[in-house]
């Protein structure tokens, strides 16, 4: 399953190559897209790319983080100073083939896994009158579907082993 590539480099499997890309872009929308809703800020003032983003996709598509309820920061904020930091270890893990992570990867999978969960279901029970729910589900399933990769990765004793 590994390449050697020169004297002590290894070639990553294509599922780890893809997690972690997955892993640097969750890590970037956690650590800087989240504190807009975190710190409650206006969207339809935002001047900067990023909060121009999420106004684009509230207004377009999921009208809730315009109003930023209470349990919506929340949410945003574990999402920033907790899955964004763990990305980045994930990372870390995965390139240096580190299997002190499949512990932390599983609850961390079964964590995120839940979060959007009641993300989708707050969606689909409370906004569907009113978000573009295929779209909703479309920018945001890649959150669900990729801990759920992540887990089965980690699933065995020794996960980095051939």
Request: net charge positive.
């Amino acid at each position: 399953m590994l390449r050697r590539l020169s004297a002590g480099s290894v070639r990553l499997p294509a599922i780890d190559r893809a997690l972690i890309v997955c892993f640097g872009l969750f890590a970037f929308t956690s650590i800087c897209m989240e504190p807009y809703i975190t710190f409650g800020v206006d969207l339809a003032r935002a001047t900067g790319p990023l909060g121009r983003a999420w106004y684009f996709y509230a207004r377009s598509w999921d009208p809730l983080f315009l109003e930023q309820p209470a349990y919506m920061r929340v949410m945003t904020g574990i999402d920033e100073w907790v899955y964004g930091p763990m990305y980045l270890v994930l990372i870390y893990a995965f390139v240096r083939r580190r299997t002190w992570i499949r512990v932390p990867a599983l609850l961390f999978s079964g964590a995120v896994i839940y979060s959007t969960l009641v993300y989708f279901l707050t969606e689909f029970v409370s906004e569907g009158h009113r978000a573009n729910l295929a779209m909703v589900t479309v920018v945001n399933i890649p959150y669900t579907i990729v801990p759920c990769v992540l887990a089965w990765r980690m699933w065995r004793p020794d996960p980095f082993s051939g």
